[in-house]
């Protein structure tokens, strides 16, 4: 049975379902699963990965009062009135080392000779840099004073016991991992990834490493998307080439199903007689459980997308042209991998940007969503003679321009919307 709840049905038999991006998403995320499955992972292993569990510290950070430089621990009221011209000299009672003992309580009108790393020895309130100090075997000098709590660290200041550390849905990098390895842990609970697979579909297709049959030619969508997809954090389990035949693409999507969380197709959405894949979508949603969500949205490029539940899984269609289908992947793709990994924020990312570059082709007649790079707040865009197929092929790209229709040209200065891909 579909998982896709019922007030998700947008697509009325015999019609053409055309939605605005955000509705379409939010159609489509409404279908998808989180997965279930987890795994307990080396903490090297889990950078990136999704916990799956809340994690508390159970020990403090630092696990006592901590000397943070070399130096000698003090008593601040013993050098609170030491100047350059007036200084304070006291005799050194006790060597302390990092991974030593804390040492005698120190008692007042004497230093320690101390380590960074090292425990503080009782009593002791500060730690005069070594550098700024004059000293030998039995003394030290000190030209200035120190406020209480200079240079070093007290027990739980960095994390005290109870504190949250990583929530379920986080997405677990080097810092939480370090954390993680501070309390003692070895492994992480983390969420499995979720499956993908990819379908493209087309007669004039050839899979690269195959000889080019006349009029034919390769595949880069399945192994541009397929290396994205990855890079999302799901496992591809498939990626396959199909003609235009009704029922050799339905037997490919069904030994697709209930392997693949997410099932992506290009190529076959238009509206000419060998564009089978809305036709497909239904008759397996039927077949299934499920329905299609959509067949077509309101943006370029990547007007001709088809959104679909089918079973637990959700199919996207998008379209046979790389650009088109690039887009409509960054936007949609995205997130509903985001939610399928378990992470607890998905959704599009939007901020204000601005132009570092004119961008002079926009059409009046439909919003478009143009890749392009930001770096701050500042967005650069393809020259308009940049070349058609060059946004989808390129890596720095990680944002999308959203421009209205109707908006004149635009031009270096100017604030725009920006959605991160």
């Known amino acids: 049975m579909s998982f896709c709840?019922?007030?998700?049905?947008?697509?009325?038999?015999?019609?053409?379902?055309?939605?605005?991006?955000?509705?379409?998403?939010?159609a489509l995320l409404a279908c998808a699963r989180p997965t279930e499955q987890t795994l307990r992972l080396p903490l090297l292993e889990a950078d990136g990965r999704v916990c799956a569990a809340d994690i508390f510290a159970s020990l403090s950070?630092?696990?006592?009062?901590?000397?943070q430089v070399d130096g000698y621990a003090l008593h601040s009221a013993d050098i609170a009135q030491a100047r350059p011209d007036c200084p304070v000299t006291l005799p050194v009672s006790q060597y302390l080392y990092a991974g030593g003992g804390p040492g005698a309580p120190l008692p007042p009108g004497q230093a320690a000779r101390i380590t960074t790393g090292a425990m503080m020895p009782p009593g002791a309130d500060c730690v005069m840099w070594q550098e700024e100090t004059t000293a030998d075997e039995n003394s030290v000098t000190v030209r200035h004073s120190l406020t209480p709590g200079r240079n070093c660290r007290?027990?739980?200041?960095?994390?005290a016991v109870g504190q949250p550390l990583a929530r379920r849905g986080d997405v677990l990098h080097s810092g939480t991992l370090g954390l993680l390895a501070g309390?003692?842990?070895?492994?992480?609970?983390?969420?499995?990834?979720?499956?993908?697979s990819m379908l493209a579909s087309g007669d004039e297709l050839c899979p690269p490493g195959r000889p080019l049959s006349e009029g034919g030619i390769y595949n880069i969508s399945g192994t541009l998307l397929g290396i994205r997809l990855q890079n999302l954090g799901a496992r591809v389990l498939r990626m396959e080439t199909c003609a235009d035949s009704y029922d050799r693409l339905r037997q490919h999507v069904e030994g697709m199903l209930g392997q693949s969380r997410l099932i992506i197709t290009t190529g076959?959405?238009?509206?000419?007689?060998?564009?089978?894949?809305?036709?497909l979508a239904e008759d397996l949603a039927t077949r299934h459980g499920g329905r299609l969500l959509f067949r077509g949205l309101h943006m370029k490029p990547g007007a001709m997308t088809l959104g679909a539940a089918i079973g637990d899984s959700v199919?996207?269609?998008?379209?046979?042209?790389?650009?088109?289908?690039?887009?409509?992947?960054?936007?949609?793709?995205?997130?509903?991998?985001?939610k399928m990994s378990g992470r607890a924020h998905y959704g599009l990312?939007?901020?204000?940007?601005?132009?570092?570059?004119?961008?002079?082709?926009?059409?009046?007649?439909?919003?478009?969503?143009m890749m392009a790079?930001?770096?701050?707040?500042?967005?650069?865009?393809?020259?308009?003679?940049?070349?058609?197929?060059?946004?989808?092929?390129?890596?720095?790209?990680?944002?999308?321009?959203?421009?209205?229709?109707?908006?004149p040209p635009l031009r270096r200065g100017m604030e725009v919307d920006v959605i991160l891909a």
Request: hydrophobic share 40%.
């Open 5 to 26: 709840p019922s007030h998700a049905c947008l697509h009325i038999p015999g019609q053409q379902v055309i939605l605005p991006l955000e509705k379409a998403l939010a």
């Open 268 to 279: 076959g959405v238009s509206f000419g007689p060998r564009d089978l894949i809305s036709r």
């Open 61 to 67: 950070q630092p696990p006592f009062d901590r000397a």
């Open 183 to 196: 309390q003692g842990h070895i492994h992480a609970h983390v969420f499995d990834k979720p499956t993908a």
């Open 349 to 369: 990312k939007r901020l204000r940007g601005v132009m570092r570059n004119d961008f002079g082709s926009c059409r009046k007649d439909a919003r478009r969503l």
């Open 315 to 338: 199919l996207l269609g998008l379209s046979g042209n790389p650009v088109a289908a690039a887009a409509a992947f960054g936007l949609l793709a995205g997130p509903l991998i985001r």
């Open 154 to 159: 007290p027990c739980g200041y960095d994390v």
């Open 373 to 407: 790079r930001i770096e701050g707040f500042e967005v650069f865009m393809r020259p308009e003679n940049g070349g058609i197929g060059q946004p989808a092929l390129r890596d720095d790209y990680n944002c999308f321009v959203d421009i209205p229709a109707g908006c």
